[in-house]
């Protein structure tokens, strides 16, 4: 359960969801992806930029491995799918505390 209250009510991928291209069944998998980091977030505080990049990124080679489902149903991470999950590492960023984090760096593992 994720008690950050900014976090917990935003939707996450909404864009995704938005976009017929994006198989909600495969959206929900990133979503999930992305509340486990807030759940890790939450857990092991983060107390500087590094560590917190540390879980982002992790959380990212996450993402790097949804490709493969992506590409099974039909799809992949393209770019409104790269912008879409920028923007929410840095909601997620910003909400616990990070608002100078850099977005590129949040998602630096990415392959997509």
């Known amino acids: 359960m994720i008690s950050n209250e900014r976090a917990r009510g935003h939707a996450f ?8 291209y994006f ?4 959206v929900d998998m990133g979503k999930a992806i992305l509340l486990r980091l807030c759940e890790r977030i939450e ?3 983060p107390a500087d ?20 489902e992506f590409d099974a149903a039909g799809s992949e991470i393209e770019t409104v799918a790269r912008e879409v999950i920028a923007e929410d590492f840095a909601v997620i960023a910003e909400a616990y505390g990070f608002p100078d984090a850099d977005v590129e760096t949040l998602i630096g593992t990415r392959d997509w």
Do not use: C, I, K, S
């Open 43 to 45: 857990a092991e505080r």
């Open 49 to 68: 930029l590094a560590a917190l990049y540390a879980l982002t990124q992790a959380a990212t080679e996450e993402f790097n491995d949804l490709e493969a």
């Open 23 to 26: 198989p909600d069944h495969v």
């Open 13 to 20: 991928l909404a864009g995704m969801y938005a976009d017929g």
